[in-house]
């Protein structure tokens, strides 16, 4: 059974930081890209960053680009999101993506709030 287990959300004020980890379980990631994605409140879902199988390429949405930093490590079939500089509109549920296999985790929620 394939589990996407995202954690590291919660509750931060402006300016702080926070980083997700997305460890993946009965698949090896290897090879193929990741996503993270988020869904604020009364939004639509939002891509906020990928990264190829080996890691050399990422992208990022306009509105995270320079403060958020997507990595991962294939040995611990894991991938990281790192938040810098969070604002109240980065509030939502994160959630990391195999998208060669529409498999999905269940989320962290991140609260931006002071």
């Not at 980065?90 to 296999?101: E, G, R, S």
Request: glycine share 14%; hydrophobic share 30%; charged share 15%.
């Amino acid at each position: 059974q394939v589990r996407l287990v995202e954690s590291g959300g919660g509750l931060v004020q402006p300016g702080g930081s926070l980083r997700l980890s997305c460890v993946v379980s009965g698949f090896t990631v290897r090879n193929y890209a990741m996503n993270w994605y988020r869904q604020g409140p009364g939004k639509e879902r939002e891509l906020v960053a990928s990264i190829s199988g080996g890691g050399g390429i990422t992208n990022y949405a306009d509105s995270v680009k320079g403060r958020f930093t997507i990595s991962r490590d294939n040995a611990k079939n894991a991938m990281w999101l790192q938040m810098n500089s969070l604002k109240p509109e980065d509030t939502a549920v994160y959630h990391c993506n195999l998208p060669n296999f529409n498999y999905w985790g269940q989320g962290t929620q991140v609260t931006v709030s002071s």
